[in-house]
């Protein structure tokens, strides 16, 4: 038995166990993210000893979007490990998708519900019911890839939006609205989370091929690219915090702007 196939697999896990946690922290308290506040972060900002600059349910928040993160980050790294230690297979693969499943499909929908009950909705809205078709594009969208990773297919370019991406759209999302909350810019906000109920899901199930950062130095065609979508995000950036004083905002927005440079200029090759 290969102990060290546990290493990738452990941080699969650490991926679906943090979509667990964003999705518990979603459902618990009356605002979201209040599961997570603990005394002792009032007293924390990184490692000082001040006061939390925005109150609780800003720290809330801030909280889910650190262990969104760190999912994420094991999201990133089990496939390298896979790789490294040479023990990458068929179990990693399933596993991963499921992992992604909770990350990047019902970890976005129950945030996108919460934010919507917490604006006014009452009950089961027409909003909150949007909210569940991008749980359900997820998964067939990783189902979609796990078919075609059988039957030999891929290559360096995905066949839609990838699950995670809607993970990141939807935890920028989050961080906006909370950092806009009570401003008129709070509109931009609750815009890109209508853009992400329609445009997101449908991203993720479309046959429309698109780059990735997989492959980078392979293709000048797609470094090019690569290299336009680098050179602008910080303009965007600086732009959301000059017009709307926003960090977070940046996030969803670079995410339009790679889904539609990726769709309109990948040409429709190879894919995954």
């Known amino acids: 038995m290969n102990t060290w196939k546990w290493v990738p697999n452990a941080l699969t896990l650490g991926n679906l166990l943090g ?30 000893q001040e006061p939390w600059p925005m109150g609780a349910e800003s720290r809330g928040l801030q909280m889910v979007a650190v262990v969104w993160v760190l999912a994420m980050l094991c999201d990133v790294l089990d496939g390298w490990a896979a790789r490294k230690l040479g023990v990458a297979g068929p179990m990693g693969v399933q596993l991963d998708s499921l992992a992604d499943v909770v990350t990047g499909g019902v970890a976005p929908a129950m945030v996108a519900m919460r934010l919507f009950q917490d604006d006014g909705g009452a009950g089961m809205t027409w909003e909150m019911l949007a909210c569940l078709g991008v749980a359900a594009a ?65 991203a993720m199930v479309s046959r429309r091929k698109m780059w990735g950062l997989k492959g980078m130095g392979k293709d000048p065609h797609r470094d090019k690219w690569r290299g336009v979508l680098v050179a602008v995000i910080p303009g965007i950036q600086v732009s959301t915090w000059w017009v709307c004083e926003s960090v977070f905002l940046a996030v969803p927005l670079c995410l339009l702007l790679y889904l539609g440079l990726a769709m309109a200029t990948t040409p429709q090759g190879q894919s995954q």
């Open 19 to 48: 979509g667990v946690v964003v999705c518990w922290a979603a459902a618990s308290g009356s605002f979201l993210g209040e599961a997570l506040v603990a005394d002792w972060t009032d007293q924390m900002v990184l490692w000082r």
């Open 138 to 202: 997820a998964a067939y969208r990783l189902a979609r890839f796990n078919v075609a990773a059988e039957n030999g297919e891929g290559g360096t370019d995905f066949e839609g939006m990838p699950a995670p991406a809607a993970g990141v759209y939807w935890m920028g999302v989050m961080l906006a609205w909370g950092e806009l909350h009570g401003s008129m810019d709070a509109l931009m906000a609750v815009g890109l989370a209508w853009i992400g109920l329609v445009v997101v899901p449908l």
